[in-house]
């Protein structure tokens, strides 16, 4: 079940939900709509492959704008914290307004219940121009769903706590530790 701005509205007050900072506006009728940070990742090409089994090298940059190249592909983040509780997953969506733009949003699309941490977001610029992308925007929308019952083993994975853009930990994955 998709919770409403009533139902988002009740957790958050009761604390059983947490999105900070949060200003009431953000709440739209059946999402929230979270805002870009001002941390970026770029993918470093390492000898031109990039392998799931190694840590990948990123180059870093804090700025209050971005410009994603043509066909160009960045990470970066919310400036909001997110705290699902036990029984409460999300989906993150692109706003239409910044997919109409050409803006592909992704957060490998999915929240899991009692992750606790800011988004990272995987963005890529489909148009045949560069675009810049400023923090504090509104740039994606988190849609939230109530589970049949609270899950048996919430998310404690390698993202949890995050505070900033999080580069892929794919590298750190069980299958891959057992080889």
């Known amino acids: 079940m998709?919770?409403?701005d009533r139902t988002i509205r009740q957790m958050l007050a009761s604390g059983e939900l947490g999105i900070d900072p949060l200003d009431p506006a953000q709440i739209e009728p059946a999402s929230v709509d979270l805002?870009?940070?001002?941390?970026?990742?770029t993918p470093k090409a390492t000898n031109g492959i990039c392998s799931m089994s190694e840590a990948p090298?990123?180059?870093?940059?804090?700025?209050?704008?971005?410009?994603?190249?043509?066909?160009?592909?960045?990470?970066?983040?919310?400036?909001?914290?997110?705290?699902?509780?036990?029984?409460?997953?999300?989906?993150?969506?692109?706003?239409s307004s910044v997919g109409r733009l050409g803006l592909f949003?992704?957060?490998?699309?999915w929240v899991d219940p009692g992750f606790e941490g800011a988004i990272t977001l995987e963005l890529y610029n489909a148009n045949a121009a560069p675009m810049r992308i400023?923090?504090?925007?509104?740039?994606?929308?988190?849609?939230?769903?109530k589970a049949d019952q609270a899950v048996e083993h919430p998310y404690r994975g390698?993202?949890?706590?995050?505070?900033?853009?999080?580069?892929?930990?794919?590298?750190?994955?069980?299958?891959?530790?057992?080889r």
């Open 57 to 95: 090298d990123y180059e870093s940059v804090t700025a209050e704008s971005f410009i994603i190249p043509t066909r160009g592909f960045v990470l970066a983040t919310t400036v909001e914290v997110v705290r699902l509780p036990n029984d409460l997953t999300a989906f993150v969506e692109g706003r």
């Open 158 to 178: 390698k993202y949890q706590g995050q505070r900033q853009t999080t580069g892929s930990r794919i590298h750190l994955d069980a299958e891959v530790s057992k």
């Open 35 to 41: 805002r870009l940070g001002n941390t970026f990742l």
């Open 134 to 145: 400023e923090a504090g925007r509104r740039i994606c929308q988190l849609v939230l769903a």
């Open 105 to 109: 949003i992704q957060n490998a699309g």
């Open 2 to 4: 998709i919770l409403s």
